[in-house]
């Protein structure tokens, strides 16, 4: 997938915001004709899904046309959008097209107030029960401290009887990132999760994850064993949350000014569209630059004769982690090249 940040404006503040270093911090809007240039980079691989990212793109104040330009591009087989649900409905008429999926990112009314968790609610309902487009539909939830709220997100789901749930364990902010490696930063935030998703599975509710998924090997023989008998009593057969395959892959992120970013954890690091001549070309750009080192450099020592890092098969968490020990190794590889 190729994502393509319409603004870098949001409607909200979340605590745990994964684009901070955007969101807020500039007005920036992607212009139509860099946006036509984006779709257009995007599609050097024709089988590319394209994301519509923020911000929140749904405040654009160039939105609708933004989704008539995918609708009427015949190369465009499939767009998600990720959004906080707030404004869909100024759009359900073009979201309602078949090219369209929405990703809605669940807030707690605790953080973004109960105005805005109610507007979250109708557009749900009005989305998935008034427009029949509940299986376009996907609910997420960021889980962003070891205490975090659940409790709101059975609600929505109960709106229009979801039975899965995109969840990601958040990344800190890098000051608190460098306090901790991942695997301490996961044992913090297990109890809750995992109190959460014995709860979701007991609601008939099947979680998954998005990025950032917890290393199975901090999960004790019992809790691995709850786990898979709650998804075999409830009819689960995907076991994402069981899975010990904890890596991931450059993305692609296109910034509004053509800049591109392998992920927002990683946002620092930039190159530009015009740099490549295709996407393929850019995704093994950031695939060499950063995850080449990233079975080669642990933070956690426990990693460092752990069969399924060697056979790359888990990164111990987000990059992010462990991102100035991987440039340093980048740094002192060059040294010795030279």
């Known amino acids: 997938m190729a994502n393509i940040m319409l603004t870098k404006r949001c409607n909200l503040r979340c605590p745990y915001c994964f684009a901070e270093e955007f969101v807020g911090k500039s007005s920036d809007d992607i212009t139509l004709t860099n946006f036509q240039k984006a779709i257009d980079f995007a599609l050097t691989n024709e089988d590319e899904e394209i994301g519509l990212i923020g911000g929140e793109p749904t405040i654009h104040p160039k939105f609708k046309e933004i989704l008539e330009l995918i609708i009427n591009d015949e190369r465009i087989q499939s767009c998600i959008l990720f959004t906080n649900g707030i404004l869909v409905d100024k759009f359900v008429k073009e979201l309602s097209h078949p090219k369209f999926r929405i990703l809605i990112n669940c807030n707690s009314p605790t953080d973004i107030g109960e105005k805005a968790f109610e507007k979250t609610k109708q557009n749900i309902d009005l989305l998935a029960n008034e427009y029949y487009m509940k299986e376009k539909i996907t609910l997420g939830i960021n889980m962003y401290k070891p205490d975090f709220d659940y409790d709101y997100i059975f609600e929505l789901l109960s709106i229009s009887d979801f039975s ?24 913090m935030m297990k109890p809750r999760v995992l109190e959460f998703y014995y709860k979701l599975l007991d609601n008939g509710v099947m979680p998954f994850y998005d990025c950032n998924a917890i290393p199975w090997c901090i999960l004790t023989p019992l809790e691995y064993k709850t786990l898979e008998t709650k998804l075999i009593q409830n009819g689960f057969e995907d076991k994402n949350l069981l899975s010990d395959i904890t890596s991931c892959s450059p993305v692609i992120d296109i910034l509004p000014d053509l800049h591109i970013i392998r ?36 933070t956690n020592k426990e990693c460092n004769n752990c069969f399924n890092n060697k056979t790359m098969k888990c990164t111990a968490g987000c990059l992010a982690f462990k991102i100035e020990k991987m440039l340093k190794a980048r740094q002192q590889l060059i040294e010795i090249n030279d």
Do not use: G, Q
């Not at 899965?164 to 996961?186: A, C, D, H, Q």
């Not at 015009?274 to 642990?298: G, H, K, P, T």
């Open 263 to 298: 992920c927002f954890s990683l946002s620092e690091y930039k190159a530009k569209c015009s740099d490549f001549n295709n996407i393929s070309e850019a995704r093994a750009y950031f695939s060499n630059y950063f995850d080449s080192l990233a079975y080669l450099v642990n």
């Open 164 to 187: 899965t749930l995109r969840t990601s364990v958040s990344i800190p902010n890098s000051k608190e990132i460098v306090k901790m490696t991942s695997l301490e930063y996961f044992r």
